[in-house]
């Protein structure tokens, strides 16, 4: 069964410095989205991006976070100035058409640690 | 805003029962709910889905349940096995249908 990729399983990097987390969504998905998990709490939405553009973003996705689609496989999360808060697992998903037609699928995940 | 809720942080229970596992959400207008299950180390893995339009769905050994009257979505496992012991998370579509926003989770232990 296809599955989404995330790479590195786990970043760690030291406050002030920019991290970027990889993902590789179902190939024949259209729709990507970021969410993020503080350790031992519940999933939260970052944000979700069509068509070459974000869709929605939380509140939590503030200026320092970017999204792209670099080439027609890859979809990255940048944040450019790493915060200690930021520490959480970082899940990247996708689905082939928006919800509630089809539902998400995550990739394992990238744990972020910043120290 | 929008919110989900579990009702027990953690359940335990004995290979071969089974188990149930309870949500409530907020938003009346709701319309697309989705449990998932994730293993240690691991992400969501897609469970089971309904749709308002619906009270019961059914899956392999799984089964939920949605009372839009009291917001509350259950989650039915059939002789559970020590293979299903995760955390479960339910999950709604936001009122945009542009983002799920998940429940802190149910700890699932069972025991042979």
């Known amino acids: 069964e296809p599955e989404v990729t995330q790479t590195p399983s786990h970043q760690v990097t030291q406050m002030g410095q920019e991290v970027i987390l990889r993902c590789v969504p179902i190939s024949n998905h259209l729709y990507f989205y970021w969410y993020r998990q503080i350790l031992g709490q519940k999933v939260e939405f970052l944000v979700s991006f069509y068509n070459n553009e974000i869709s929605e973003k939380s509140e939590i996705f503030d200026d320092q976070f970017s999204v792209e689609r670099p080439d027609g496989s890859n979809f990255t999360l940048k944040i450019r100035s790493t915060k200690l808060e930021d520490s959480a697992m970082y899940f990247c998903?996708?689905?082939?058409?928006?919800?509630?037609?089809?539902?998400?699928?995550f990739g394992n995940g990238t744990r972020l640690t910043v120290t | 805003g929008e919110s989900v809720g579990l009702h027990l942080p953690t359940l335990s229970v004995q290979e071969g029962d089974n188990s149930i596992i309870n949500c409530a959400y907020s938003?009346?207008?709701?319309?697309?709910f989705i449990w998932y299950k994730q293993e240690s180390g691991k992400g969501p893995q897609f469970i089971i889905d309904i749709r308002s339009n619906m009270d019961k769905r059914q899956g392999q050994r799984v089964t939920v349940l949605l009372n839009k009257t009291v917001k509350h979505l259950s989650l039915q496992i059939a002789a559970t096995q020590p293979g299903d012991s995760a955390v479960y998370f339910c999950a709604v579509l936001n009122q945009a249908g542009t983002a799920l926003i998940f429940g802190k989770g149910t700890t699932l232990s069972v025991s042979s």
């Open positions: 938003n009346s207008a709701s319309d697309y």
């Open positions: 998903a996708s689905s082939r058409t928006p919800n509630p037609n089809s539902p998400l699928h």
